[in-house]
């Protein structure tokens, strides 16, 4: 997502992941399907099959993994502020943990279009020879709204020309 957050001196981005879920909803997901699993194993061990439920217990540990790894993932966020003067990235999972403060007059957007359609385009911010990654956790519809809010702000944006795609025979 991308939301414009109140900064007199220019403007200020917040660009996060889309999440559809809240932890909570992530919660009581696993514990339904902790219920049906371990009812349908409770039940075939109970004919006999008592193997079911090890396995059972080993696919809930790693479902209940993946959706902390995943509701984590979602919470990363980027803060861009663009000034008259400088652009500043500042991202972080649950605090500021990486900062880059680039010249604006030099600092170009580069964009790297997909291997797929579906795909959004890479974004990086391109200072000499230091290339930063720019919100490469957004959709297609957030990235071109990025893209042409970046645009309005008047910084250059290089898109390098789509190359076709290569026919193997």
Sequence with gaps: ??????????????????????????????????????????????????LVLPF??????????????????????EVLTITPHQLQLEKGLYHKQAEWKLPRPYTRVCLRQPHTPVAAPRMFLVFREQEVALANFL??????????????CGLAIDTPAPTAPALWL
Excluded: F, K
């Design 1 to 50: 997502m991308v939301q414009r957050l109140q900064y007199s001196g220019g403007t200020r981005l917040l660009l996060t992941p889309n999440h559809s879920l809240s932890w909570r909803a992530n919660v009581r997901i696993w514990l339904a399907l902790c219920s049906l699993s371990l009812t349908i194993a409770g039940l075939m061990s109970l004919a006999g099959a008592w």
């Design 56 to 77: 059972a217990g080993l696919e809930l540990a790693a479902l209940a993994t993946a959706l902390y790894l995943t509701a984590r993932a979602c919470r990363r966020q």
């Design 139 to 152: 959709n297609t519809e957030d990235a071109q709204a990025l893209i042409s809010i970046l645009r309005s």
